[in-house]
């Protein structure tokens, strides 16, 4: 049965042992001693899945958001260089906005 890394850190931690003792592999060596915090990872690792909670962004182009920040952070730097302190806080205030907006667009 195939699982992802969301129904495997909704499990209990005896569920994941009874899963781990099923698998012979070298990263669940030991499942029985193992806390969920390391059997989760170490279960994915087995079964090759990826070992991490995936967001997604609704309603907003995450990589064009990214891509402005990142060339705000190099303006930001270019302004602080200069000593331009009110394009600094600018600067400051609109990467924080761009921030919230991917924060409040992830599911």
């Known amino acids: ?7 495997l850190s909704a499990m209990t931690v005896s569920h ?3 899963i781990a ?5 070298e990263a669940v060596k030991g499942f029985s001693t193992m806390h969920k915090e ?11 899945i990826d070992a991490h ?5 609704v309603g907003l182009d995450k990589t064009a958001v990214k891509t402005k920040i990142r060339a705000l952070k190099q303006q930001r730097t270019e302004a602080l260089a200069a000593k331009n302190q009110a394009e600094y806080h600018r600067i400051l205030h609109e990467i924080h906005n761009l ?3 991917l924060r409040r667009a992830t599911v």
Do not use: F, S, W
């Open 38 to 48: 390391k059997l989760v990872p170490a279960i994915c690792t087995a079964l090759g």
């Open 1 to 7: 049965m195939a699982h992802t890394y969301e129904e």
């Open 53 to 57: 909670a995936h967001h997604h962004v």
């Open 99 to 101: 921030k919230n907006k």
């Open 16 to 18: 994941l042992r009874e």
């Open 21 to 25: 003792q099923g698998i012979d592999h």
